[in-house]
């Protein structure tokens, strides 16, 4: 059998999860599977393209080796808290070492119902399935630290939601699912010595190196809030919006997870929203920092049985530590921006000078993914049409871009040194709204050539593809995507 398992979490206590098995589905029909993912995995590909290795990905067959666990986490979900919310249409199959020596998840979504599944069907509709696959490899190929997709199922059922839609089953692999919402889910329970585990197996799991004698939970602390100030800097500096920020939805490992109403932006507003449910734009774009900053107060919140002797010396202790989470993550957003515009010098002039391009194109909600592309082309060609074309006013750009070259010369960067750093940070193509709702809908009846190209392009984010130049633009305003749903 191709998968080596070696199941670490499942041998926790029984409160970390409940055992359950996948319910198998009718009729399921591979979608994709991806094989350089397994290669790292250190998994047999060949057998995965088996009808046996489809019942593995349908959930149809539990393979040697798997212990199938549902998780149990807590949440706040929209700002308020539930206690109890775990894995309601998730079951983790187990773990593996790939060939990086890198200790994975492998869990499947749409599995069937567990007892976390609050009266739901357990089931994923086909249209998250795809979209789930396609934007977190997107993701992947874009540099950002996220889940991965290994396969993508039909599963030949139907689901009900606002009306019956195909069902699908995704097989998800992360460095772990551990969320702040797991240690949400002990804290609230004041079951402290499940939360001591949970501590100490997350430092093992995701932070060997931490230096924090004596104060396990305070090195948490600090490992994770490097790791999310870091991580919501990329998601800004593609255009990402997660949509739900939740407690649950946050990993402890530093990792994008739980791709439900996500976006990328296409006219840049710093207060765009998509997620239908997200009515007050809690998550909206400009808001993911202060949103990840909340969510670490949550965190400390829940880490305080552990963080000192004395809840005042331990508040102090965690309050001292969340002042240090701006401090991390502005450089890191600055410096993203800053190397947008092809301008490495981290200065607070760089910075006024990327800003000011920002606030032009807010004010002209002008494409986010193609200004900063065809900036870098104007080093290259010489020619400012096409950057300009994108601003229904270009006089303040033509200002702008007298400024950026001046700055650019004073710093003695050379066209060629910022024309090759932009065009390592800035992609031409991103996964669009509209272009994922064609996929879903060709996947709905069963074509799915649309999702197979557009994963194509979307694996070269960076370079120039002229045979699939029509995934570069921006919808046509009869195309545009107005709400992305959760499919829950």
Excluded at 217 to 246: D, E, T
Aim: proline share 7%.
């Amino acid at each position: 059998m191709p998968i080596a398992f070696d199941n670490t979490y499942a041998r926790l206590p029984s409160a970390f999860y409940e055992r359950v098995s996948p319910t198998p589905v009718s009729a399921p029909r591979l979608i994709a599977f991806n094989r350089d993912l397994a290669e790292t995995l250190g998994i047999g590909g060949d057998f995965f393209e088996t009808e046996k290795g489809l019942e593995v990905f349908s959930g149809n067959f539990i393979p040697p080796g798997a212990d199938p666990i549902a998780t149990a986490y807590s949440g706040h979900q929209f700002g308020g808290f539930s206690p109890v919310l775990g894995d309601g249409r998730a079951i983790l199959l187990g773990e593996v070492i790939g060939t990086d020596g890198i200790r994975r998840d492998i869990q499947l979504k749409g599995p069937g119902p567990t007892p976390y599944s609050r009266r739901g069907d357990g089931r994923s509709a086909l249209g998250p399935v795809m979209r789930e696959y396609l934007v977190s490899e997107a993701m992947a190929a874009l540099g950002i630290p996220t889940t991965r997709a290994l396969a993508a199922v039909w599963s030949g059922d139907r689901v009900y939601r606002e009306t019956p839609e195909p069902g699908g089953v995704f097989t998800r692999v992360a460095k772990s699912h551990l969320r702040i919402g797991t240690v949400q889910y002990f804290s609230a329970r004041e079951d402290f010595e499940s939360l001591r585990i949970l501590v100490d197996y997350t430092l093992a799991r995701h932070y060997p190196d931490a230096n924090e004698t004596g104060n396990p939970a305070l090195a948490l602390l600090k490992g994770v809030m490097s790791q999310q100030a870091s991580l919501i800097a990329k998601w800004m500096s593609v255009g990402f919006i997660h949509g739900v920020m939740n407690t649950d939805n946050m990993s402890l490992s530093g990792e994008t997870i739980d791709y439900g109403p996500c976006a990328f932006m296409d006219g840049y507003n710093p207060a765009r929203k998509y997620s239908y449910i997200d009515r007050g734009g809690r998550y909206a774009f400009a808001n993911q920092p202060s949103i990840a900053h909340w969510n670490l107060t949550r965190l400390a919140e829940a880490l305080l049985p552990l963080l000192a002797d004395t809840e005042e010396k331990a508040i102090t202790l965690a309050q001292d530590t969340l002042k240090d989470f701006p401090a991390q993550f502005e450089p890191a957003y600055k410096k993203v921006f800053c190397e947008k515009i092809g301008l490495n010098t981290g200065s607070d002039d760089a910075w006024e000078i990327s800003q000011s391009l920002l606030d032009l194109m807010a004010a002209q909600e002008a494409d986010f993914t193609l200004v900063y592309r065809h900036l870098s082309d104007i080093l290259i060609s010489g020619d400012n049409s096409l950057f300009l074309a994108l601003f229904p006013d270009a006089a303040p750009l033509e200002i702008w871009l007298k400024e950026w070259q001046n700055y650019r010369q004073k710093a003695r960067i050379t066209e060629q040194e910022a024309a090759t750093l932009m065009k390592s940070v800035n992609p031409i193509f991103i996964p669009r709204n509209h272009r994922i709702e064609e996929v879903i809908q060709a996947g709905r009846k069963g074509d799915f050539e649309p999702f197979h190209r557009l994963h194509q392009v979307l694996k070269r984010p960076f370079e120039n593809q002229p045979e699939f130049a029509e995934f570069e633009s921006p919808p046509q305003p009869h195309e545009m995507v107005a709400a992305t749903f959760c499919g829950t």
